[in-house]
């Protein structure tokens, strides 16, 4: 089953807009990492931010986990047709071994 | 520094053949896992391995066996291939945390597998 689940599934903005996007997972976890993947291609790590840490940036990035909701959220600012992709947040859980759980992912679509 | 390469990029099977898809690092991580990935779909985990000797199982590995005889490498076989086993294949390794944790995942290019 799927621990992590984003939301939306699908997100279709403008160029220079910011996107937000959502991730419920459903056990205690390490950390939460954000993936995106271009169409076809090996996905790449954005963001890692840890248990105990509330909000994380990086660039034009900012994560934030709120563990008591079980939820992260992941907002791309000033958002350029080439953040056009799919990402996905990853749970390390903190049992049960190291084992990574992905959710479906959202579908991110910047038209310039 | 090539970091997380795998073969093939592609492979068509037929339904019971078996094979074996390749995957290496050089970045010295302990961590290398297998992923399949679905249209639409998230990655699932198929099997993983936290150093030389040392492997495990994930969400989906039926039909799947590993083996870690090396740091650097991280093969995954299909033994007896189905339908059912069509997905992109994607290999990733990581460096350990301590409290039973591990940093960003480095993934490879993918392999594109159909069986007919």
């Known amino acids: 089953s799927q621990q992590g689940e984003e939301d939306p599934q699908a997100l279709s903005i403008q160029e220079g807009e910011n996107a937000t996007m959502n991730c419920s997972y459903k056990t205690s976890i390490n950390n939460l990492q954000w993936y995106r993947q271009n169409s076809g291609r090996g996905l790449v790590h954005l963001i890692l931010i840890r248990s105990n840490e509330r909000e994380k940036h990086s660039g034009r990035l900012r994560v934030t986990l709120d563990t008591s909701k079980k939820s992260s959220s992941l907002l791309i600012t000033a958002s350029r047709a080439a953040d056009t992709a799919s990402y996905f947040c990853a749970t390390n859980r903190n049992t049960g071994g190291f084992k990574t759980i992905f959710g479906a992912g959202t579908r991110l679509f910047v038209k310039a | 520094n090539a970091g997380v390469t795998q073969t093939p990029k592609f492979q068509v099977l037929k339904t019971g053949q078996s094979m074996t898809l390749q995957c290496a690092q050089d970045?010295?991580?302990?961590?290398m896992s297998w992923y399949r990935q679905d249209p639409g779909m998230g990655l699932r985990l198929i099997h993983y391995s936290v150093g030389a000797g040392i492997t495990d199982q994930g969400e989906v590995p039926n039909g799947y066996n590993v083996s870690r005889s090396t740091t650097e490498d991280f093969p995954l076989r299909l033994l007896s291939a189905a339908p059912s086993q069509t997905s992109v294949y994607f290999c990733?390794?990581?460096?350990?945390?301590?409290?039973?944790?591990?940093?960003?995942?480095?993934f490879g290019p993918g392999t594109r597998l159909t069986v007919l």
């Open positions: 990733a390794s990581s460096s350990l945390l301590a409290g039973r944790s591990y940093n960003e995942q480095f």
């Open positions: 970045m010295n991580h302990e961590y």
